[in-house]
């Protein structure tokens, strides 16, 4: 039998995934370390008989995006901290007007040009809250190669299901990491496809939430009437300011991820058992986290980890078990302590909470962690 | 002492270096000479805003710089508007008696990525608000920087790592956006193409577009061996081409009327062009003889354009 394993890059296993998940249009723009991803892209998607645009800026990438999902087709983008900055008015649209679309966020160091070529996980926050506007979003983070490959296909699935933009947030280390991995057949991935409407074009409204909070989605051109618009509106998409109709729309583009949380806990145990401390993580800092808590548990120290694979919406009832369980906690992150915020805000006093940041462009070593871990259990 | 001045035949060039040597330009780099260059007729008392590309990575390599000027860069699509602010503020300044009055020249600099694609926005701002700044455009034909991705600058038939060449795809397959033409729409007073390949061609522009009041746009050809797959020691030699090919004339636009700088009076064929780089290799003669008659009717329009406006 011929054998599935290949060494892969982080870039190659998003794309290979991409295109799994029924993705056929890509519009991007350059931008290091992000770059594979697009180049790739253009060589993968014309095979797949899909469409690859490089535009002239990441504006326009997500708009191209967002045009191409509302004409029927999953599509995605990929891009760095600053190409993320330009794309944020179009996620909030995105949210609002409820159109399935994929960002790749390959997070680089620093703030502005900052260290390019360097990882950080920095927008982190920016991810969460960048876009203006109350707005719920679905933010998921790969820590290698496989997760890249898995997470990118449930962020698609994500999207769809949701008729939400979701942004998968990898860091510099994830996309260029060459590992060896086994990845599923095509027949192997589980695919979710946007719910049509069922009904003929004249009983249409895009917006009637049919009881699950999520519409049944018409593309362009198929014939039914199709008024999209960023401003608030009502169940057939026109705009609106009545109360009862703005009231209920925000209502609903919150309650329809709120009502699934439990279903979007995303995370990877390790250790767990007796843990007195433990580790939190998200991305490449996860690796070097889980060779130094292997290593701690190897000198009999109590210390577990928790891996991140969510990040957005805040995995509160996951998160809440571990800090009940341990005695404190180290959150270890590539940035000056951002979802730390979050682990802090959900932990309401009731456990210590200990940061270890790193903002120089470097990862986060094992002993830098275990560091941390044996000086927790002094 | 070192003399103020290097005399090229009846030339006179500025002998400071602008440009500090131990930048990161790949060897043989077009933009790299074009910039050095360049500096040399800016003069003192300018300030550059860069937008990103290679030559802002280049010259600014963690943690050092070549630049002996002021010299700013913040993003990629912004050297417009930067320029303009800059331009805007320091004339107010100096309204107000703030700032001791000073004949400053303001200098917008970046590569065909930052000017034809994600800087074209902040750029016709800036052009049509009427800023007193000139603009270098270094166009090597794609985003080098980053791997060689095509731009909007990209010429027809150029194989890049985001328009592959291969067995279904012949590269590039949109013609190159002609900026200057777009520019000289804004009406702006000084427009001009220039290469380092006629350094002294070259100079002059420099000079004239600093010095003219308003905004003023040269577009500067710049060689990339790397992104073309050519020899690092063809630079100069290939720019020649591309301007005796006809494939990137030297011409400028003073008040809207036209003055072709150098005219061969035969154009030589673009093959010649084409088969010296890399980039081109695939091209098939058919495809060549369809880039020909596009230089030639390129050509033709231009030169048609200089005999219905001419300059004096």
């Not at chain 2, 930048?23 to 990103?52: P, Q, S, V, Y």
């Not at chain 2, 791997?147 to 790592?161: K, L």
Request: charged share 20%; proline share 6%.
């Amino acid at each position: 039998m011929k054998s599935n394993r290949v060494l892969l890059q982080g870039s190659e296993a998003c794309v290979r995934a991409a295109i799994a998940a029924g993705c056929r249009f890509y519009a991007g723009y350059p931008i290091t370390p992000a770059t594979e991803i697009m180049e790739l892209m253009s060589r993968a998607m014309p095979k797949a008989g899909g469409v690859f645009i490089q535009m002239e800026d990441e504006i326009a990438s997500l708009g191209a995006a967002v045009g191409a999902s509302l004409g029927g087709v999953k599509a995605m983008t990929a891009t760095s901290g600053p190409g993320f900055s330009l794309m944020q008015e179009h996620i909030s649209f995105a949210a609002m007007a409820e159109v399935p679309c994929v960002i790749v966020n390959v997070m680089r160091g620093g703030l502005s040009t900052g260290l390019p070529t360097r990882p950080a996980q920095g927008d982190v926050m920016q991810a969460r809250w960048g876009a203006h506007g109350d707005h719920p979003i679905l933010v998921v983070a790969p820590s290698s190669t496989y997760e890249f490959f898995d997470l990118t296909v449930k962020a698609f699935n994500l999207a769809e299901r949701y008729r939400s933009p979701v942004i998968v947030l990898a860091d510099e280390v994830v996309a260029h990491t060459r590992e060896s991995v086994v990845l599923p057949s095509a027949h192997e991935v589980e695919v979710e496809d946007r719910v049509r409407p069922s009904v003929p074009p004249e009983w249409y409204s895009p917006y009637r939430d049919p009881g699950t909070g999520i519409p049944p989605m018409a593309a362009f051109g198929e014939g039914y009437r199709f008024h999209v618009t960023g401003l608030m509106h009502d169940i057939n998409g026109y705009p609106t300011e009545r109360q009862d109709e703005t009231e209920e729309l925000m209502a609903r583009l919150f309650n329809k991820i709120s009502k699934d949380f439990h279903l979007l806990q995303w995370y990877d145990s390790y250790f767990e058992e007796g843990a007195e401390v433990t580790v939190i993580a998200y991305g490449s800092v996860a690796r070097s986290a889980l060779r130094a808590v292997r290593t701690a548990r190897e000198k009999g120290m109590p210390v577990g980890l928790l891996k991140l694979k969510m990040l957005w919406p805040f995995m509160r009832r996951t998160v809440s078990q571990y800090l009940q369980s341990s005695r404190s906690v180290i959150v270890a992150e590539m940035n000056m302590g951002q979802l730390s915020r979050e682990v802090k805000r959900v932990n309401q006093g009731t456990c210590p909470i200990h940061t270890l940041n790193r903002v120089d462009g470097r990862m986060i070593t094992p002993e830098q962690i275990l560091t941390a871990i044996e000086e927790e259990l002094r | 002492m070192a003399p103020d001045t290097i005399k090229v035949g009846k030339h006179q060039i500025d002998a400071k270096e602008y440009l500090a040597p131990g930048h990161t330009f790949c060897t043989g780099c077009g933009e790299a000479l074009a910039i050095r260059l360049a500096c040399k007729a800016i003069g003192n008392d300018a300030i550059i805003a860069m937008a990103t590309g290679c030559s802002e990575v280049c010259t600014s390599p963690l943690p050092v710089t070549s630049w002996q000027l002021p010299w700013l860069h913040t993003l990629f699509e912004n050297a417009g508007a930067e320029i303009s602010g800059i331009e805007a503020g320091l004339k107010a300044m100096m309204r107000k008696g703030k700032a001791p009055e000073r004949d400053i020249k303001f200098v917008a600099m970046g590569g065909d990525g930052g000017t034809s694609d994600i800087g074209l926005q902040s750029l016709s701002g800036a052009l049509e608000r009427g800023h007193d700044f000139l603009y270098l455009c270094w166009d090597n034909e794609a985003y080098m920087n980053t791997g060689i991705q095509r731009s909007s600058a990209t010429p027809y038939g150029a194989s890049t790592t985001t328009a592959p060449a291969g067995k279904l795809s012949m590269g590039q397959s949109t013609q190159k956006k002609n900026l200057v033409e777009i520019f000289a729409a804004h009406g702006i007073p000084y427009v001009a193409t220039a290469s380092p390949s006629y350094p002294f061609d070259f100079i002059n522009k420099v000079k004239k577009g600093v010095a003219i009041k308003g905004p003023a746009y040269i577009h500067v050809y710049a060689v990339c061996p790397t992104g073309w797959r050519t020899t690092s020691d063809r630079t100069i030699e290939i720019g020649k081409l591309a301007t005796e090919t006809g494939v990137f004339p030297l011409y400028e636009i003073e008040g809207g009327k036209y003055r072709i700088n150098y005219e061969p009076k035969n154009l030589k064929p673009v093959e010649e062009y084409l088969k010296a780089q890399g980039r081109f290799r695939h091209l098939s003669p058919s495809e060549i003889a369809k880039i020909q008659e596009k230089v030639n009717e390129d050509f033709a329009l231009l030169k048609e354009r200089a005999e219905r406006l001419p300059a004096g």
